[in-house]
């Protein structure tokens, strides 16, 4: 059942998330910083909730030529991926324009642990200094290149994923849709939307429900989504998937999302668009949690839940759901 929230009523929200909420109060003037600065802002804020660094096999740091962004491979110690994929592409959140290897890096390797998987970190560019098309540019450069390179790092090309966290689940799921047949090499074995920007024209009810009080704010998210877009139409599907005409052939879809996110009205639509359309598609809902709430694993027990629920939802894929 969907949850009901006032703009200011917090009932049902987990004590913890509201402890976290309180204790980021730079968070509400984000948007009146320069970039550099909310980047030093956002990292240093969030270091106290991530994950512990697991241990890994191995970091492979990759400097591929031409157009394609900086990547590093976290292997895991134990092998055995679950699920249809065995190395999934990893696109951090932050809503294209925060967000570094320092505070993600804890959650790929604990995802690798998770899924017994290669994750493979994306460096995409940042707007505002590099805007649309320019993240997702770097984004399916970065998909060629692992479809082309996978077999000299002794890796599957017919067992890769997407895993894609806020803004990072929009570009994740916008290379899903421009791959469906391998027009970057392969077709995607799956992909992993963690409560995904997937409608910019910030209409569904959430965004007003949930504008202020909840971390993601209405004026940090429309911040964000001016950094990316600059003049592009929000309505442009190649920015704003879930206005895609056609979803059909898309990989199989896990998408996460939180009961006190502005992103959730499109997660839901997103999953039931994807159904129509064919493509297996699993919701994992979190009715008492907020917007990030993944990477905080220091202090939020649900992140370990929900791992674990990701984990369990690509078991249960069917094997040839993703042909």
């Not at 699920?83 to 592409?89: H, I």
């Not at 804890?106 to 642990?113: E, I, N, Y």
């Not at 479809?147 to 997407?162: E, K, M, P, Q, V």
Request: aromatic share 8%.
């Amino acid at each position: 059942m969907l949850q009901i929230v006032k703009t200011t009523d917090a009932v049902g929200l987990d004590r913890r998330a509201r402890r976290v909420i309180d204790s980021l109060p730079t968070l509400a003037n984000f948007s009146k910083l320069s970039a550099a600065t909310a980047r030093k802002t956002y990292a240093s804020s969030r270091t106290p909730y991530l994950w512990p660094l697991d241990e890994v096999a191995e970091i492979v740091d990759i400097a591929a030529a031409g157009d394609v962004p900086p990547l590093r491979l976290f292997r895991p110690a134990l092998r055995g991926a679950v699920g249809p994929a065995e190395t999934y592409l990893f696109l951090h959140g932050g809503g294209w324009t925060v967000g570094d290897l320092a505070t993600y890096e804890p959650l790929c390797r604990r995802l690798a642990h998770v899924l017994r998987a290669d994750i493979l970190w994306v460096d995409y560019r940042l707007a505002p200094e590099h805007p649309f098309p320019a993240p997702l540019d770097d984004t399916l450069a970065a998909c060629r290149w692992i479809f082309a390179n996978a077999a000299s790092l002794g890796l599957d090309a017919t067992r890769i994923g997407l895993i894609g966290d806020s803004s990072g689940g929009n570009l994740a799921a916008v290379a899903a849709l421009l791959n469906r047949r391998g027009e970057l090499g392969e077709k995607f074995a799956a992909q992993v939307l963690i409560y995904p920007c997937l409608d910019l024209t910030r209409s569904h009810p959430s965004h007003q429900d949930f504008a202020d009080g909840f971390l993601l704010t209405g004026a940090l998210y429309r911040w964000y989504v001016e950094n990316y877009l600059r003049d592009r139409d929000p309505e442009d599907p190649l920015v704003s998937p879930l206005l895609a005409d056609d979803l059909a052939g898309a990989a199989p879809a896990i998408i996460v999302h939180a009961g006190f996110d502005p992103l959730r009205d499109e997660a839901i639509a997103y999953v039931g668009k994807l159904r129509r359309a064919g493509v297996v598609a699993k919701e994992i809902a979190f009715a008492d949690m907020i917007h990030g709430f993944l990477t905080m694993g220091g202090v939020l027990p649900q992140a370990g839940d929900a791992l674990a629920c990701i984990r369990a939802a690509l078991e249960a894929l069917p094997p040839d759901s993703g042909s």
